[in-house]
């Protein structure tokens, strides 16, 4: 069965400093992963995607996740936060064909300090 | 262009009573997903139309929910007989090229 893990609920950063959020998975064929972002009372929102091909993806808002398959992480970073991205952050893995639901993680919280 | 909407965005209703939560996907999806959002359960897949194809039901929690699809385009989730733990934020997605977009949700509230 497909899983993904969030090993951090809550970080903290300052404004200005580098962010990595970690993601680990675990799925029986090449993942299909995804990073959203989900701001208190919206939706989901797309930030990257890995389908295949270069293993460094980047993404809307200034982030990027390096896909390493030899340790079943998609790392989500960005150089320098800014207050607006204060939110809570979801990795998920799905499928390419067929029935391509979403596996999530329980979610990172980030917390911006000035 | 439009996003995927979902009415009503909140809904109290009183444990027992049943409830109809509606989703519009972006024009053209012929995919659809519910999910729910929990505080004990995270992100959980419900339900997944393709086309008009059977619906995968594999993740519906019990036989006291449902969904339909009409027309291949708007969707209702029904939960009969509602109980507590069913209160949540139910969202829905459609997809386009693997990419689901998520619509604002549903947020359920079971008294």
Redesign the interface.
């Known amino acids: 069965a497909q899983s993904v893990t969030q090993p951090d609920i809550h970080i903290t950063v300052s404004e200005g400093a580098s962010l990595e959020l970690r993601c680990n998975y675990s799925y029986g064929a090449t993942p299909y992963l995804f990073w959203y972002v989900q701001s208190p009372g919206q939706g989901l929102q797309l930030l990257l995607k890995y389908f295949s091909g270069d293993t460094l993806v980047q993404g809307i808002k200034g982030f990027e996740a390096e896909f390493k398959r030899s340790q079943s992480s998609f790392n989500l970073r960005k150089p320098s936060v800014h207050w607006s991205d204060a939110a809570e952050y979801f990795c998920a893995v799905g499928a390419l064909f067929g029935n391509e639901k979403l596996t999530f993680g329980t979610g990172t919280r980030l917390t911006i300090i000035p | 262009g439009a996003g995927?909407s979902q009415s009503p965005s909140n809904k109290v209703t009183e444990k027992g009573k049943d409830v109809e939560l509606r989703c519009d996907p972006i024009s053209g999806h012929t995919?659809l997903?519910w999910?729910r959002q929990s505080l004990g359960q995270?992100?959980?897949?419900l339900i997944?139309f393709?086309g008009n194809s059977a619906p995968?039901k594999s993740?519906l929690p019990s036989d006291r929910f449902s969904a339909e699809r009409t027309g291949g385009s708007v969707s209702t989730l029904t939960i009969q007989r509602t109980q507590q733990e069913d209160s949540a934020v139910y969202?829905c997605?459609s997809?386009l090229s693997?990419?689901?977009?998520?619509?604002?949700?549903t947020r359920l509230t079971v008294l």
């Open positions: 995927v995919a997903y999910y995270g992100l959980e897949f997944y393709q995968d993740g969202l997605a997809t693997h990419e689901q977009f998520f619509g604002p949700g």
